[in-house]
């Protein structure tokens, strides 16, 4: 198993351009996010979803968005990147949402937005 | 409001010394708590969870739910401890983590 998969892992925009980040994962996990790691900030959540079809905002989710049309897949979108999105991306799933359940972390991607 | 709180942006100390990362959480329900590390260019992953009552390289992790506290500790660093930590809160079915903000332990030789 890959487990979690991340594309690309760089990623340089200017403000303004939009972009997908791609995240795949071959688990079967019904559960699937998005955060964004900063600095002293910790990781902060974007967007979740709990099946395919079905997803939810996070903690931070202005300025992207998110469809879940497989099982498999969970892409994030760029709408119109602006400076403040400069960040590390991290997609991560897990087999269901209850409490114990561990979830998996894809490798990240590093985006700047100049 | 439900939250979670790691003090210390870095805590270094010398190998074989004990460790201990602060965790303190705000929750006002059961808590479901985990420590995830994330080593050097390696990616975020579980360390242990409060409800595996578990040691995980020497780690252990105590809920203390009139503190709020949910502290990392190890007896004796290692130099392969070093790492970014991460204490997490799972505050319902939903799949949704709230973290701190990370501890990096930095353990010298």
């Known amino acids: 198993n890959a487990g979690v998969t991340q594309t690309p892992k760089f990623q340089v925009l200017k403000t303004g351009q939009s972009m997908t980040l791609q995240c795949a994962q071959d688990?079967?996990?019904?559960?699937m996010s998005w955060y964004r790691q900063d600095p002293g900030m910790g990781l902060r959540l974007i967007h979740y979803s709990v099946g395919a079809g079905i997803t939810d905002q996070g903690e931070v989710p202005n300025g992207y968005n998110v469809s879940r049309s497989t099982t498999e897949d969970f892409p994030l979108r760029l709408l119109s990147a602006a400076p403040s999105q400069t960040s590390v991306y991290f997609c991560?799933?897990?087999?269901?949402?209850?409490?114990?359940?561990?979830?998996?972390f894809g490798p990240g991607t590093r985006l700047t937005v100049t | 409001a439900q939250r979670v709180t790691q003090p210390e942006k870095l805590l270094s100390v010398f190998k074989g010394a004990p460790v201990e990362l602060k965790c303190n959480y705000s929750y006002s329900g059961s808590p479901e708590l985990f420590w995830y590390v994330q080593y050097s260019r390696q990616r975020l992953q579980l360390l242990l969870r409060h409800i595996s009552r578990e040691s995980i390289k020497g780690f252990t992790a105590d809920l203390n739910k009139g503190e709020t506290s949910f502290h990392l500790k190890k007896p004796f660093a290692q130099e392969e401890d070093s790492a970014m930590y991460y204490c997490a809160l799972n505050p319902g079915n939903t799949g949704k983590l709230i973290f701190g903000q990370g501890t990096t332990l930095q353990v010298k030789p």
């Open positions: 688990m079967n996990h019904e559960y």
């Open positions: 991560a799933s897990s087999y269901g949402g209850g409490r114990t359940y561990e979830q998996y």
